[in-house]
């Protein structure tokens, strides 16, 4: 298997504009994450998927922030408008979780580097 | 909510030495606690974990042991080489939504000097 996929890898934009972020899981995998990892706040969790359905979006910082799953092999996330603080590397991972919901391995992709001026 | 706190924020050994990297967490129901390592331009990932029915837990030159009534976990790396230079992530589970998730540590730079 590929492993997780994201693109872009990196991303440049001025403020205001719209970021769309995306993420392939690994075949098979029934649970996705999105994190964004900066060095004042160390890996946060933004919001994660089960079986295509959002969990726990408690983590999205504003409304300008939205993520979706249409599919078992395709997520977005989305800034809108973005704004220099959302800077920061952006990590998608998917696991597989048993019918009890235990946590698994996760595995992650390498991260799209967003800079926005 | 469940905090992960972890120490030291950098570290730097000798090769050859050991390392140790501690990990207290808040939500005593916790019961999943991996450690994940990553290297510059990558993501993290997995290198040992251990549940909460076990003390533990070695793989070659790496161990974690858990402590559930100090809610404190730690990896132990023996022999360190320069290949184990990487940042180190500590994680815990909780429950939330009928499902776990994982917070992270702020993690740990560890430097392995020749």
């Known amino acids: 298997d590929a492993g997780v996929i994201q693109s872009p890898r990196h991303e440049v934009t001025e403020m205001g504009q719209e970021v769309t972020l995306r993420c392939k899981p690994i075949s098979g995998h029934n649970s996705l994450f999105w994190y964004r990892q900066t060095m004042m706040r160390g890996l946060e969790l933004l919001i994660y998927f089960n079986n295509n359905v959002p969990i726990d979006d408690s983590g999205m910082p504003e409304d300008r922030f939205s993520a979706k799953m249409p599919n078992a092999s395709f997520s977005t996330l989305k800034i809108q408008p973005s704004e220099p603080r959302d800077s920061a590397v952006y990590f998608c991972?998917?696991?597989?979780?048993?019918?009890?919901?235990?946590?698994?391995?996760?595995?992650f992709g390498e991260g799209s580097r967003l800079t926005v001026l | 909510g469940e905090n992960v706190e972890q120490h030291p924020s950098t570290l730097s050994v000798q090769e050859g030495d050991s390392a140790v990297i501690k990990c207290t967490y808040s939500d005593s129901a916790s019961n999943y606690f991996p450690w994940y390592k990553q290297e510059l331009g990558k993501g993290p990932q997995l290198i040992i974990d251990i549940r909460s029915n076990v003390g533990e837990k070695k793989d070659q030159r790496i161990a974690v042991t858990l402590n559930k009534t100090a809610k404190h976990f730690s990896l132990h790396i023996t022999e360190t080489q320069p290949e184990d230079s990487a940042v180190y992530f500590c994680?815990?589970?909780?429950?939330?939504?009928?499902?776990?998730?994982?917070?992270f540590g702020a993690g740990t730079r560890l430097a392995v000097h020749p």
């Open positions: 994680a815990a589970s909780i429950f939330s939504g009928g499902y776990n998730k994982l917070i």
């Open positions: 991972a998917s696991s597989f979780r048993g019918l009890a919901g235990e946590a698994g391995e996760l595995f």
